[in-house]
T-cell receptor, first 118, second 110 residues
Framework: GAVVSQHPSWVICKSGTSVKIECRSL??????MFWYRQFPKQSLMLMAT?????????EQGVEKDKFLINHASLTLSTLTVTSAHPEDSSFYIC??????????????FGPGTRLTVL | AQSVTQLGSHVSVSEGALVLLRCNYS??????LFWYVQYPNQGLQLLLK??????LVKGINGFEAEFKKSETSFHLTKPSAHMSDAAEYFC????????FGAGTRLTVKP
């Protein structure tokens, strides 16, 4: 149980194009999903917190107009990198927080999406 | 605010030797602490977690960690390293969101 998928697993695009990455919780519902970015040989940095039915909350320094997040259902959040540039090339990882009455806050992580912008 | 600090960006041990990866946390509320492992070009795999209760937590692949509130630490150990343990290890603290340490790359020498 508690499986999170991401699609695509890798994508190569041309500079200036937009790329959409999907994050799905396969066997549970999640009101909250998180998007992280990981540059080579670095740690995961939280980009934004996505809440179902409301606007995402972005971390300081993350451009909300460049990284569009939509959390339209309890099992799906999408991250769209608009007008991608080579510096956006990175490993993008999502996680989902199950709806849970009380208890601890364990997130379940997707396998990641490798974005390469040429 | 919460944060974790991993001491040592790179740890190298011989196969069969003790593995010790250090993590100290800062949290204004009782922390939930996690250790993850990441192999190249892959996502995160949960090794173990501390939420409440027993302070010595056992995880997968022979790893364990001890929550020490007085030292604000959550160090990861394994009695005997295996070649397959070579990977990147991340300590994380969570309450409303999760914050990761910088990571420690473990190298295992034959």
């Amino acid at each position: 149980g508690a499986v999170v998928s991401q699609h695509p697993s890798w994508v190569i695009c041309k500079s200036g194009t937009s790329v959409k990455i999907e994050c799905r919780s396969l066997d549970f519902q999640a009101t909250t999903m998180f998007w992280y970015r990981q540059f080579p040989k670095q740690s995961l940095m939280l980009m934004a917190t996505s809440n179902e039915g409301s606007k995402a909350t972005y971390e300081q320094g993350v451009e909300k107009d460049k990284f569009l997040i939509n959390h339209a259902s309890l099992t799906l959040s999408t991250l769209t990198v608009t007008s991608a540039h080579p510096e956006d090339s990175s490993f993008y990882i999502c996680s989902a927080l199950p709806i849970r009455a009380g208890g601890y806050h364990e997130q379940f992580f997707g396998p990641g999406t490798r974005l390469t912008v040429l | 605010a919460q944060s974790v600090t991993q001491l040592g960006s790179h740890v190298s041990v011989s196969e069969g030797a003790l593995v010790l990866l250090r993590c100290n946390y800062s949290s204004s509320v009782p922390p939930y602490l996690f250790w993850y492992v990441q192999y190249p070009n892959q996502g995160l795999q949960l090794l173990l977690k501390y939420t409440t209760g027993a302070t010595l937590v056992k995880g997968i692949n022979g790893f364990e960690a001890e929550f020490k509130k007085s030292e604000t630490s959550f160090h990861l150990t394994k009695p005997s390293a295996h070649m397959s343990d070579a990977a990147e290890y991340f300590c994380a603290v969570s309450y409303n969101d999760m914050r990761f340490g910088a990571g420690t790359r473990l190298t295992v020498k034959p």
